[in-house]
Nanobody, 128 residues
């Protein structure tokens, strides 16, 4: 069983930056595909970014966050990160960390139901 805990959210101004962290425990996540999703008030949960498992670290992003967000992982620390730059009010949401139970090389990385483990979420609010 894998437990995921997000942190790093907060209230920021447009144009500011935040770095979200997702700390995993229970087992190593080095061979798990991982992703960030977000859910704005009154809207559905949507894909933000993903990163594939060790030894590969291929990344993908939702179009609106490309060139602004960077997903990365530190397998030695068993932690996933999301660096968010040039934040906009439209980025306001609860951000969730997700992980698979294994490599799952044939999965669709942007589909939430493909992931087996989820964190509780961390709130990001970008004021106007």
């Amino acid at each position: 069983q894998v437990q995921l805990v997000e942190s790093g959210g907060g209230l920021v101004q447009p144009g500011d930056s935040l770095r979200l962290s997702c700390a995993a425990s229970g087992r190593t996540i080095s061979r798990c595909n991982m992703a960030w999703f977000r859910q704005a008030p009154g809207k559905e949960r949507v894909f933000v970014a993903s990163i594939t498992s060790w030894p590969g670290t291929d990344t993908s992003y939702e179009d609106s966050v490309k060139a602004r967000f960077t997903i990365s992982r530190d397998n030695a620390k068993n932690t996933l990160y999301l660096q968010m730059n040039s934040l906009e009010p439209e980025d306001t949401a609860v951000y969730y960390c997700a992980a698979t139970s294994g490599p799952k090389a044939t999965m669709t990385l942007s589909v939430s139901r493909e992931y087996d483990y989820w964190g509780q979420g961390t709130q990001v609010t970008v004021s106007s």
